[in-house]
């Protein structure tokens, strides 16, 4: 069942109608994102203490590698991100990376289920006008869901759409986590494209303490 108000996902499938996996679906030219993040003043304003550095980046690419220690502002970032591009009329999604890889595992478990093909998570990633992922690198890293993210950023560097990520690590200590999962040939390319992205490390305070 899908949305009566989807202006552009065919064959999303709706557990109920106007919902997305139990969360209710604001993909009216806005994409699959919580009301939280629209609502919740908290995410109109971001801060830390490079922020020039970071909004001059965005401007220019409309997209960055934000990595940087827990609890220093990067889902909040990534919130605030969402908050701009969604008064531009912008279709988001936005996802911790650890909730991608549970949905991958249960969409392959539906179609084998039911035989019905569902519409890709990956597809929708691929095709959304932003895509914010958050905490890359501390998922439970497989081959299939690097095989997938390679897809997803390969598609995105190639046709220039605004990607945003958050990570615990630079480049080069994603590049080790990922290599002990998947091995050097893959990681490298995996890393490789969201570094065109353009890595800038967040400082401040953590906000965790």
């Given at each position: 069942?899908?949305?009566?108000?989807?202006?552009g996902?065919?064959?999303?499938?709706?557990?109920?109608?106007?919902?997305y996996?139990?969360?209710?679906?604001?993909?009216?030219?806005?994409?699959?994102?919580?009301?939280d993040?629209?609502?919740?003043?908290?995410?109109?304003?971001?801060?830390?203490?490079?922020?020039?550095?970071?909004?001059?980046?965005?401007?220019?690419?409309?997209s960055?590698?934000?990595?940087?220690?827990?609890?220093?502002?990067?889902?909040?970032?990534?919130?605030?991100?969402a908050?701009?591009?969604?008064?531009?009329?912008?279709?988001?999604y936005?996802?911790?990376?650890a909730?991608?890889?549970?949905?991958?595992?249960?969409?392959?478990?539906?179609?084998k289920?039911?035989?019905?093909?569902?519409?890709?998570?990956?597809?929708k990633?691929?095709?959304?006008?932003?895509?914010?992922?958050?905490?890359?690198?501390?998922?439970?890293?497989?081959?299939?869901?690097?095989?997938?993210?390679?897809?997803?950023?390969?598609?995105?560097y190639?046709?220039?759409?605004?990607?945003?990520?958050?990570?615990?690590?630079?480049?080069?200590?994603?590049?080790?986590?990922?290599?002990?999962?998947?091995?050097?040939?893959k990681?490298?390319?995996?890393?490789?494209?969201?570094?065109?992205?353009?890595?800038?490390?967040?400082?401040?305070?953590?906000?965790?303490?």
């Open positions: 069942m899908t949305c009566k108000e989807c202006k996902i065919k064959g999303c499938p709706m557990p109920l109608q106007g919902y996996n139990g969360i209710r679906c604001r993909y009216n030219l806005r994409g699959y994102m919580n009301d993040i629209i609502t919740q003043e908290r995410y109109k304003e971001f801060s830390c203490d490079n922020r020039d550095e970071i909004i001059k980046h965005i401007n220019a690419k409309n960055i590698y934000l990595w940087g220690k827990y609890g220093i502002g990067k889902s909040h970032f990534l919130k605030w991100a908050n701009k591009y969604n008064l531009q009329g912008k279709s988001i936005y996802s911790l990376v909730e991608i890889n549970r949905k991958l595992r249960k969409e392959i478990q539906f179609s289920a039911t035989g019905e093909v569902m519409r890709s998570e990956i597809d990633m691929k095709d959304i006008n932003v895509l914010l992922l958050d905490d890359l690198g501390n998922e439970k890293m497989t081959e299939f869901i690097a095989e997938a993210m390679q897809v997803v950023i390969d598609h995105r190639t046709h220039k759409k605004p990607t945003f990520i958050s990570s615990n690590y630079s480049i080069a200590e994603l590049f080790k986590v990922y290599e002990k999962a998947i091995g050097t040939v990681a490298g390319q995996l890393v490789r494209r969201i570094k065109v992205f353009g890595a800038i490390e967040i400082l401040g305070n953590n906000w965790g303490i």
